[in-house]
């Protein structure tokens, strides 16, 4: 393949995992886990991050063996040609899907609140055209940019959970446990795709200027986006309550409701021009990934010129569902209830096929040598 890899940092790194899975505090993803728990939809978000942990602790060791290489690289030496082979396409298939699904609750919220007369494929044309572009400037810049931005776009945030706290309630929370303990014991593993990215991360390691950058920046970003989603559930149930579960996008009503003062009373735009900032990084990104992943399963050096390609059969399949709740109900939540469990059982397969061929032990042999 014809990589020219830009070796990112962990600020670039740590910025672009924030933008991607930090996201998902401002979608549908709330009102998802309030339908789920009801009050106690905030412990989700933390206990989903504990249970993907494992999995994610798991990649990382595997990964280490292998400095510099991509994750589908890993897959293909572990588990051969072949079964690697059909491993990886599972791998794209999914994502690919994940980002029609992600671009999709895109365009219903930007239709929903401030397009409301503009059609949909002309909405998610204009998204996807500037996620391509960008994408095919290359991953550096994707980089440069999510650090130049995520400062702005997290004081967005805060600035949008403090106006809405004087609008919250902390009774809302009560009671303590909503459905009961078993039920969010139940529901935690099947909220693993909250962080399913930072299993696609591990296929631009090469990009990096090392491995620890890699489990460094994941560490990083992946304690702090668990605690951003948790607590803008939190904050969303608090301030909406019982209602929270009838709202499709909890952050973009929120920000109609607040205010800077007397004498601002409609900001709204403001958060709207960040929030969509951050999207088009946030699908840059992942169509970057995908069409590397692509690359990769067919040997084609010049990867970049896919994306454009990509970002169509994204869009077109995005637009299949005719409604917003057709997307939700019959696109994304199926697919978001696949992709989290089966990146987790890859990552302990790969790790447990690589301890028992020993790749382990050569590793600790070669370094002790």
């Known amino acids: ?91 794209f298939i999914l994502s690919s899907f994940g980002v029609s699904a992600g671009t999709r609750t895109y365009i219903d919220i930007i239709r929903a609140f401030y397009f409301t007369s503009t059609p949909n494929v002309i909405i998610y044309a204009i998204l996807m055209i500037i996620s391509a572009y960008g994408a095919k400037k290359g991953l550096q810049h994707i980089g440069s940019v999510s650090y130049l931005i995520v400062f702005y776009v997290l004081v967005s945030l805060y600035i949008v959970f403090y106006l809405s706290m004087q609008h919250g309630h902390i009774q809302s929370i009560f009671p303590i446990w909503g459905p009961g303990m078993l039920e969010i014991l139940k529901q935690g593993p099947q909220q693993l795709t909250l962080f399913a990215e930072f299993f696609l991360f591990a296929m631009i390691i090469p990009y990096f200027t090392s491995n620890k950058v890699f489990s460094k920046g994941t560490s990083i970003a992946y304690v702090y986006v668990s605690i951003q989603i948790s607590a803008a559930t939190f904050l969303f149930i608090c301030m909406f309550d019982t209602s929270l579960g009838g709202i499709g996008y909890p952050f973009h009503t929120a ?17 709207f021009i960040i929030w969509i900032i951050s999207a088009f990084i946030r699908f840059t990104a992942f169509l970057y990934i995908n069409a590397l992943m692509f690359g990769q399963l067919f040997k084609i050096k010049d990867f970049k010129y896919l994306i454009p ?61």
């Open 1 to 91: 393949m014809n990589q020219h890899p830009g070796k990112l940092g962990i600020r670039e790194y740590v910025s672009i995992a924030i933008l991607m899975v930090g996201a998902k505090a401002t979608e549908d993803t709330p009102t998802m886990l309030y339908n789920k728990v009801q009050n106690a939809a905030w412990m989700l978000p933390l206990l989903s991050a504990g249970i993907f942990f494992i999995p994610l602790y798991l990649l990382i060791k595997t990964m280490a063996l292998y400095q510099g290489k991509d994750l589908f690289s890993v897959i293909k030496k572990i588990l051969g040609k072949y079964f690697g082979f059909i491993v990886c396409l599972v791998i």
């Open 255 to 271: 920000i109609r409701f607040i205010s800077l003062g007397e004498f601002i009373p409609n900001v709204e735009i403001i958060f």
């Open 309 to 369: 390609s990509l970002a169509t059969i994204y869009l077109l399949i995005g637009i299949i569902p005719e409604s917003p709740m057709d997307a939700g109900l019959d696109f994304k939540t199926p697919i978001t209830n696949i992709v989290g469990p089966t990146f987790a059982v890859i990552s302990i397969l790969l790790w447990l096929v690589a301890l028992i061929k020993g790749e382990f032990k050569h590793a600790k042999n070669k370094n002790s040598m």
